[in-house]
């Protein structure tokens, strides 16, 4: 999990649990809660990383990520996020390849 985040997804975890206390405490369902999480889609990026990546932020309990770059969106990045959003739609595939 450290390809995820530079502390292998403690962090996030750690909000994650506080989210849910604060939910407890107030009676709101903390599955009603839509978790976001912001990250970078780097430059050059394969498809298969940044879908792993997004895959483990799932796993951590995250249910969207807003995507940035590091400079304007180019047609290289937007395939790039594209074919990403497909091995997600269909993660049997990076099985089957991997």
Do not use: N
Not at 50 to 65: N, T
Not at 73 to 80: D, G, K, Q, R
């Amino acid at each position: 999990m450290s390809r995820v985040t530079p502390d292998g997804g403690h962090t996030i975890r750690h909000k994650l649990d506080v989210l849910a206390g604060h939910c407890a405490e107030v009676g709101r369902p903390y599955e009603q809660i839509d978790k976001t999480v912001a990250t970078r889609l780097e430059p050059h990026e394969s498809p298969q990383a940044f879908a792993e990546r997004c895959g483990a932020l799932a796993e951590l309990g995250i249910d969207h990520a807003v995507v940035v770059t590091a400079g304007p969106w180019t047609e290289e990045t937007v395939a790039t996020l594209t074919a990403a959003a497909r091995e997600l739609e269909h993660p049997e595939s990076r099985q089957e390849a991997g």
